[in-house]
């Protein structure tokens, strides 16, 4: 049952990620999903580090650390939106959504 549960947990996590991307293309925010793949999906993926702020805004040419940092939350709360959205998409039940969202983040370790 872990197996299983850490399969579907990848498949959401990638399928939202795979969205997000996308959202972030059409919506001409490029440099906030490059911050958030630095700093949030690598770190939390492939365990490499997050960088400091100000690194990451001359990265993704945000005028400082500041705008770097609001352009990571922003894409860290789209991110959350669309995760309930594909979880909401695997379930029969809309009132499993909270269920399956604690489960999802038992299994990826959170």
């Known amino acids: 049952h872990d197996s299983f549960d850490r399969e579907w947990a ?7 990620l795979q969205r997000l991307e996308e959202a972030c293309r059409e919506d001409d925010m490029e440099p906030h999903w490059q911050a958030f793949r630095l700093n949030v999906v690598g770190p939390t993926l492939r365990k490499a580090r997050a960088l400091p702020m100000d690194e990451l805004a001359t990265l993704i040419g945000a005028s400082d650390a500041t705008q770097a940092s609001n352009m990571l939350q922003t894409v860290k709360r789209r991110f959350k939106r669309l995760l309930r ?21 038992a299994s990826m370790g959170r």
Do not use: K, N
């Open 85 to 105: 959205e594909v979880v909401s998409e695997t379930v029969a039940d809309p009132g499993d959504v909270e269920q399956e969202l604690a489960l999802l983040r």
């Open 10 to 16: 990848a498949a959401v996590i990638e399928l939202t």
